[in-house]
């Protein structure tokens, strides 16, 4: 994805599902969470046990947000990303996103073919303020 695609996506984006959003403030989830939060993002955060996590209700699945999902960032090993690129194609999300150090051919397929964009082994927050120049 190109620099000016990728800014826009970023510029009209509302709402972020974090999945695998770590309950420890030292894990890389939580901390880019934290400052896509302080930038003014709404971030819902996914996660197989807790019940609240930065201020907001945690779920277990992108099928339980009843919202719009613009971009729905992964912080999980690349061969568990198949599950969530096909609930964010279910959800009718915007932008799939797999963090920094995860990829997954698969993946990155499945979501093509869905017509999803995608972003693979990137760090969201680093794009954020590169491209939009945020700190």
């Not at 201020?55 to 099928?63: I, K, M, P, Q, T």
């Not at 990829?103 to 964009?117: I, K, M, V």
Request: net charge negative; with cysteine; aromatic share 4%.
């Amino acid at each position: 994805m190109n620099d000016d695609t990728l800014r826009q996506h970023l510029s009209q984006a509302r709402t972020i599902a974090v999945v695998g959003l770590s309950t420890d403030p030292a894990k890389a989830s939580h901390r880019v969470a934290s400052y896509l939060q302080a930038q003014g993002y709404r971030i819902i955060p996914v996660h197989p046990r807790a019940d609240e996590l930065l201020g907001e209700r945690v779920v277990r699945s992108l099928a339980e947000i009843a919202e719009p999902v613009d971009i729905v960032d992964v912080f999980r090993p690349g061969p568990e990303t198949l599950r969530w690129a096909e609930e964010a194609i279910t959800n009718g999300a915007g932008l799939l996103w797999l963090q920094e150090g995860i990829t997954s051919e698969e993946t990155a397929a499945r979501a093509e073919a869905a017509g999803l964009p995608w972003v693979m082994d990137a760090c969201l927050m680093v794009e954020h303020r590169r491209l939009l120049g945020k700190v």
